[in-house]
């Protein structure tokens, strides 16, 4: 199960999808099937086919953002978390062999398409949580134990908006 938090970045991001997908591309795709349907024979009309198929795609994903955009739990940032790693943070890790990552830690429905970002719900951001420059974490890999250590900890703000 995933942890039902989101950045507020990361909330009006999806807002915004679901608003384009909604207002802009639901409507140009409902009236492609409405023209194509008008042309007659649908089981052989290419473009009626492939226009429904995406309707059907489009509503699945507003249904899904709506439900989400409902359950989820904004985290803003807060002074308080400055020098040790909580939700939102930019974090840089080494280890013993020299190997540096730099990730930041936000909600599930925010690493899609991004390498940059992990889940909190992730194993590293797990074990990372509450520790401080210069703390060393062992986080459980599949191929055994791996000890990393803090470099880095940042945290970006971004401006308050009613959500």
Not at 37 to 43: I, N
Not at 46 to 54: C, I, L, M, S, V
Not at 61 to 78: G, T
Not at 108 to 128: C, H, K, Q, V
């Amino acid at each position: 199960m995933k942890t039902q938090l989101i950045t507020r970045e990361g909330y009006n991001k999806l807002k915004q999808e679901l608003d384009q997908l909604w207002r802009e591309e639901r409507p140009e795709v409902t009236k492609k099937v409405t023209w194509a349907a008008s042309l007659g024979d649908r089981s052989e009309n290419a473009d009626y086919q492939y226009n429904k198929k995406r309707l059907r795609e489009i509503d699945r994903r507003v249904r899904y953002l709506r439900k989400s955009l409902e359950s989820l739990r904004i985290v803003d940032y807060s002074p308080q978390q400055e020098g040790k790693v909580f939700f939102g943070a930019q974090v840089e890790i080494e280890n013993d062999a020299g190997e540096i990552l730099a990730f930041r830690i936000v909600g599930y429905d925010e690493i899609f398409g991004r390498n940059d970002y992990i889940s909190i719900d992730s194993p590293m951001a797990r074990a990372l949580l509450k520790k401080e420059v210069g703390d060393s974490t062992t986080v459980q890999t599949p191929s055994g134990p791996a000890v990393w250590y803090v470099n880095h900890i940042t945290y970006h703000p971004v401006p308050q908006e009613n959500p």
